[in-house]
């Protein structure tokens, strides 16, 4: 049996009312879905209710799904749109905060390297989450859950055109954001042997 025959199996079970089923799709989809909606809210108690919210939308919606698209680009659609809604109605951003100094965070040996990883990620994460969603959407698709140019478009309802467009604002948003980095990353790079 392919996916695609499982998958069909499986939403004509949750369609007829199998709970079962639907436990089965959730159990399957649950950690994807909450990767998205946390890289997109930036946030675990935000991520927590998207997450339920996007369950409750496709739990109520799956009797309209017709196998038009593959499962989980519907599904990454629901929770696409439900953290949209998520953050327009919540209107939160999470801060850049205050540069860091790299330099200070370069040196040699494996906790400073891995303080360094961690504070590198953590100032990325947040450049992210300030990003519009229009854009952080995109990017998140794209380097979280490695989906392709095509799937990101039909997750979003977009052409690819529009997807590669997101990803270059995006791109550049990010580096205007992490400017402040580079400096100290080349700086502190010369140090490290």
Same mark, same amino acid.
């Given at each position: ?23 089965? $799709? ?29 369950? $409750? #939308? ?18 990454? @659609? ?38 360094? @990883? ?12 300030? $990003? ?34 997101? $990803?270059?604002?995006?791109? #550049?948003?990010?580096?205007? #954001?992490?400017?402040?980095? @580079? ?11």
């Amino acid at each position: 049996m392919t996916e695609c025959e499982i998958d069909a199996a499986l939403i004509e079970a949750c369609q007829n009312g199998d709970r079962a089923a639907f436990q089965t $799709l959730f159990e399957t989809y649950k950690d994807k879905v909450y990767s998205i909606a946390y890289h997109f809210c930036g946030n675990p108690d935000m991520a927590s209710d998207a997450t339920q919210q996007a369950f $409750l #939308k496709i739990f109520v919606s799956i009797k309209t799904f017709r196998l038009e698209s593959e499962l989980a680009t519907w599904i990454y @659609r629901i929770v696409a749109n439900t953290c949209t809604d998520e953050h327009r109605s919540r209107r939160r951003l999470i801060p850049l905060g205050e540069g860091l100094d790299m330099r200070n965070l370069m040196a040699k040996g494996s906790i400073e390297s891995g303080y360094y @990883r961690r504070e590198l990620s953590s100032a990325v994460s947040q450049a992210i989450a300030t $990003l519009k969603p229009k854009l952080r959407m995109p990017i998140l698709l794209k380097y979280v859950d490695d989906l392709s140019y095509e799937e990101i478009a039909a997750v979003l309802g977009c052409s690819m055109g529009t997807v590669a467009s997101r $990803l270059n604002r995006g791109h #550049k948003a990010l580096a205007t #954001k992490l400017a402040y980095l @580079r400096g100290s990353l080349d700086s502190g790079n010369e140090d490290v042997s």
